[in-house]
């Protein structure tokens, strides 16, 4: 199992930008990042599918935030810019082994780290 942990969280003003870590134990096929603000449902951010080397995000992140990942560091990366009071959040670094392109597009990951606060302040 793929054991993921979560760095870069913290506190940030309306506009402002942070950028998540996510050391890996090992890649595989589908990597992404969701999260989870209290007493509402989970929700898909981005995701990494590495074959084709596709990208997907989430509808009220895409143009502000960009998934990238170090291969050589197997660390995944979030960088998060314009924030918003509403991206107020636990974020997860998650990941799925699966060939099938669509789970990794509908953010349908398997296993997920601790979680790291991100809170958005106006």
């Known amino acids: 199992q793929v054991e993921l942990v979560e760095s870069g969280g913290g506190s940030v003003q309306a506009g402002g930008s942070l950028r998540l870590s996510c050391t890996a134990s090992e890649f595989t096929y589908c990597m992404g990042w969701f999260r989870q603000a209290a007493g509402k449902q989970r929700e898909g951010v981005a995701s990494?599918?590495?074959?084709?080397?596709?990208?997907y995000y989430g509808d009220s992140v895409k143009g502000r935030f960009t998934i990238s990942l170090d291969n050589a560091k197997n660390t995944l990366y979030l960088q998060m810019n314009s924030l918003k009071p509403e991206d107020t959040a636990v974020y997860y670094c998650?990941?799925?082994?699966?060939?099938?392109?669509?789970?990794?597009?509908?953010?349908?990951?398997?296993?997920w780290g601790q979680g790291t606060q991100v809170t958005v302040s106006l």
């Open positions: 990494f599918f590495f074959t084709g080397r596709t990208t």
């Open positions: 998650a990941a799925r082994r699966t060939t099938d392109g669509g789970s990794c597009r509908t953010f349908a990951f398997s296993t």
